[in-house]
C-alpha cells in the first residue's frame, strides 16, 4: 500500500523560497570575496609599486595572463593538489611566455596566511629573496589569491621582464 503525502502550496513556495534565498546568497558570498581579493590585489600592486618608486624603479604593470597562471597556483596550493611554495614555476613561466610571445626574466612570490595587502607586502619585503623579486627589473606582474578550507590564504604574486 502506498500512502501519497500531499504538500501544501504555500509550504513548497517555502521551501522554493528557502533554496532560492540559500543559493542567492552564497553566489552574492563568492561575489563579495572575489570583489575583497581584487580589492587586496589592487593594494599589493600599489604598495608594491610605492617601494620601487622609492628605489628609482619603473611601476610594474599588471597583465591578466600572468595574474590567471597566479591564480591557478593558488588554486593548485589552497587545494592541496601541491604543496604551499613554487612546484611547477618553470612549467608556469613557460606557458606565460608563449602567451606573452616572450619574456626574458621571471619571479615568483608566496605567501600563506597574511590576511591584508600590507602584511603580505610585509612578509615580502623582510625577506631577503621575496624583496630582491619585487626590486628586480621586471615590468609586468599578476597576482593572485584564494582561501583554502581552513580560511587561510594563499598568495602568488609573478614577476615578468618583457621587452
Known sequence: MHTIVMIPKTFAAAILLIALTVFCNSRLLAQEQQSNYAEMKTGILELV???????????????????????????????????????????RMKVI????????????????????????????????????????????????IEKDANDDLYFTQIFVYKK
Do not use: C
Open 97 to 144: 611566455t608563449k602567451q606573452l610571445k616572450g619574456g626574458t626574466g621571471w619571479a615568483e612570490n608566496v605567501a600563506m596566511g597574511s590576511e591584508t595587502a600590507e602584511e603580505v607586502v610585509d612578509l615580502w619585503l623582510h625577506s631577503e629573496g621575496h624583496k630582491k623579486n619585487i626590486e628586480g627589473d621586471y615590468n609586468l606582474t599578476g597576482i593572485g
Open 49 to 91: 609599486n610605492k617601494h620601487r618608486a622609492g628605489m628609482g624603479l619603473a611601476p610594474l604593470t599588471m597583465n591578466v595572463d600572468i595574474e590567471r597562471a597566479a591564480t591557478r597556483h593558488n588554486h593548485n596550493m589552497a587545494t592541496k593538489k601541491i604543496p604551499f611554495g613554487h612546484d611547477g614555476f618553470s612549467a
